[in-house]
């Protein structure tokens, strides 16, 4: 039979009130009051029902965590690990993290995630781009909420972002060091922030280098991010009458499909191109040549976003405080060079 918290009290020497407090980290208990009843409790193997926890400190235990669709259903694996950062994070708190997916276009009268509608969530994290009405629709609520990878073109939200633009100068301008003037550019859709910075970061480094901004070697707005989009770009780009030596996508799956339109072009990567990516993830060690690419440390920004959330809940303070993760340039084959 499992214990309960009145054998606690039992082992312990105090009331069951007293164990109810050490729990739910309420004040006014000695510290050496707090030790006898965490050794009881650890010593029995005792956990505490969750419905318990939640009428004594009128806290849900969760927090949702949103991703769109799209980002979902692709074989790359970039938020997955963000999850993965949250969910590690969230157990230090004695939270669990709830998934749910939502469509791009948010209808509040057709799709609210079921733990929003029942308050069942004490904050939200919001990772990748989804609808600024479901961001508003979360803070009317109110509902603390954190983004990450994402923020709204209008108000202010606390939010864990890459310094794409900083990221994105440090891949073009490795490029450039190795001898290239005419890098192309890969990308997906310029509403997201994320790429918009990328692709700020890449016109920093050709005019800072003095380089021209040649609009024929920009593929940007694809419908999407993925291997093929990338795959179809570098064909198109690789056609032109003089093409581009060096091509940076802005991510990694673009800049596989990249390789894999070098390759059936009869060119060799990197002799005759040089790939960069940005994400760095896991499968990029991978391919052949395994791929340069700008490291953004995932896990770290779903850990800070917890952190964040917690912050708020507990405090019930506002804060818009965005927090800027510096990227890491991983030199490996597609580039053609050790880092200089």
Partial sequence: MSPTIKDVARKAG?????????????????????QKVLKAIRELNYHPRRSARVLATRKTGNIGFILAD????????????????????ARKHNYYVLLTTVHEEFNPKKSIPRYLME?????????????DALILYIKNSGIPVVLIDYFPKEGKFPSVLIDNLQGAYEAVVHLIRLGHRRIGFIGGTIDHPSISDRFK???????EF????????VAKDLPDSSAEDGYRAARKLLKLSTPPTAL????????????????EAQLKV???????????????????????TMRVPKEEMGTLAVRKIVELIDSGDKFNEKTLIATELIVRGSCGATKV
């Fill in 248 to 263: 940076f996508a802005t991510n990694d799956s673009m800049a596989m499909g990249s390789i894999r339109a070098a390759r």
């Fill in 70 to 89: 799209k980002y979902f259903y692709q074989a790359e694996p970039f938020y997955t690990r963000i999850f993965l950062g949250t969910e590690f994070e």
């Fill in 14 to 34: 105090v009331a069951q009130s007293t164990v109810s407090l050490v729990i739910n980290e309420g004040k006014h208990i000695s510290q050496a009051t707090r």
């Fill in 210 to 217: 003095g380089l021209p901004k040649n609009s024929s070697l």
């Fill in 119 to 131: 308050k069942n969530v004490d904050g939200v994290i919001l990772t990748g781009k989804v609808s």
């Fill in 270 to 292: 990197p002799d005759d191109l040089a790939v960069v990516g940005f994400d760095d993830i896991e499968v990029a060690t991978h391919t052949h040549p395994p791929l340069t």
């Fill in 201 to 207: 970061g890449y016109g920093q480094a050709l005019e």
